[in-house]
C-alpha cells in the first residue's frame, strides 16, 4: 500500500478548498493513511492525526538498531519527537549513537527530536512512598511530553495522611490526578473521595510478600468505594500518563 505524502495531502485540501470534497471527508482520507512496513516493525505514522499524539516506542524487547531505526524514521517523516519507554541504559547509550537522545534513568523514558506540544492544564502525580516513584515517574514525563503541565507530590501515603492533605489544593486544582501506589494500595481510594477530578490509580509491583508483585494493590483499586477511580495495570505508568493527558487536554480544549 502507497504511502500518502505531502502532494497527497496538498491536493485532498486543494479539493476542499474548490469544493469537490467535504470537510468530513478529507478528514476521513486523511484518518486513512496507513502505516510503513519496515520488516520488523509497522510504524504508524498517521496516529496523530487520528488520535492526536503520535506512536511511542516501547522498548523493552527491541535491539537498539530497532529503536534508532524506528525513531530515525518518525523523526525523517516529520515527528518533531519521539518518547521511548521502558529503555535501560545500556541501550539508550547504543541508540544515542545513532539518535541523540535525553534519557531519564528513574523512569526508563528516552526522548529523541526537540519540537513538543506547549503545555496546558495541570495533572498532579502522587505517590504513596518513594518507592513508587520510578513508575510516577513514567507517568508524570508521559503527561508532560504529551503537553500537560505535571505536579508532582511524592511520599504521601496513608500512614501519615497529614502529608496529602497538605496538599489539597493541588488536587483540587487539577484537571486528573495520577495515584500510584503498592502495598494495599490505600492511596487511590483517598484521593478519590478528596478530588473533584477523574482519578487515575496505578499499582505498583512495590510490597512485601502478601503484596504478590503488585496484585495486592491491584484488587484494593479494583474495588476502590471512592467514585471516578480508574484503574491501569500494575506499574503501567506511562498508561497512567497517557490517559491523565487525554483528560487534561479534553478539559481544556
Known amino acids: 500500500m502507497r504511502?500518502?505524502?505531502?502532494?497527497?495531502?496538498?491536493?485532498?485540501?486543494?479539493?476542499?478548498?474548490?469544493?469537490?470534497?467535504?470537510?468530513d471527508e478529507a478528514v476521513l482520507a486523511l484518518k486513512r493513511e496507513p502505516f510503513e512496513d519496515m520488516g520488523f516493525a509497522k510504524v504508524d505514522f498517521h496516529r496523530d492525526v487520528r488520535q492526536g499524539t503520535p506512536e511511542v516506542i516501547f522498548g523493552a524487547g527491541k535491539t537498539p538498531g530497532q529503536i534508532a531505526a524506528i525513531a530515525s524514521r518518525m523523526l525523517e517523516r516529520g515527528e518533531g519527537s519521539v518518547l521511548?519507554?521502558?529503555?535501560?541504559?545500556?541501550?539508550?547509550?547504543?541508540?544515542?549513537?545513532?539518535?541523540?537522545?535525553?534519557?531519564?534513568?528513574?523512569?526508563?523514558?528516552?526522548?529523541?527530536?526537540?519540537?513538543?506540544?506547549?503545555?496546558?492544564?495541570?495533572?498532579?502525580v502522587i505517590t504513596a512512598g518513594t518507592s513508587d516513584i520510578p513508575v510516577a515517574e513514567e507517568a508524570a514525563q508521559t503527561a508532560e511530553f504529551?503537553?500537560?503541565?505535571?505536579?508532582?507530590?511524592?511520599?504521601?501515603?496513608?500512614?501519615?495522611?497529614?502529608?496529602?492533605?497538605?496538599?489539597?489544593?493541588d488536587i483540587m486544582t487539577s484537571n486528573a490526578v495520577v495515584a500510584v501506589a503498592g502495598m494495599e494500595g490505600a492511596l487511590a481510594s483517598v484521593v478519590g473521595g478528596i478530588a473533584d477530578c477523574p482519578v487515575i490509580a496505578v499499582p505498583t509491583s512495590v510490597g512485601y510478600g502478601a503484596s504478590f508483585g503488585g496484585l495486592a494493590a491491584l484488587l484494593a483499586m479494583l474495588n476502590s468505594c471512592a467514585s471516578g477511580v480508574s484503574v491501569v495495570?500494575?506499574?503501567n505508568g506511562f498508561g497512567a500518563g497517557y490517559l491523565a493527558n487525554m483528560i487534561n487536554r479534553r478539559v481544556e480544549d
Request: hydrophobic letters at 40%.
Open 84 to 124: 521511548i519507554t521502558r529503555i535501560t541504559k545500556e541501550t539508550a547509550d547504543q541508540v544515542s549513537e545513532a539518535v541523540p537522545l535525553r534519557y531519564d534513568p528513574v523512569s526508563r523514558i528516552a526522548v529523541a527530536g526537540d519540537r513538543f506540544p506547549e503545555r496546558v492544564g495541570k495533572v498532579t
Open 233 to 235: 495495570n500494575i506499574d
Open 146 to 169: 504529551l503537553g500537560s503541565n505535571v505536579v508532582r507530590v511524592f511520599d504521601a501515603g496513608v500512614s501519615g495522611i497529614h502529608r496529602l492533605l497538605a496538599h489539597f489544593d
Open 3 to 23: 504511502i500518502m505524502d505531502g502532494r497527497d495531502v496538498r491536493e485532498i485540501l486543494e479539493r476542499v478548498a474548490d469544493g469537490r470534497t467535504s470537510v
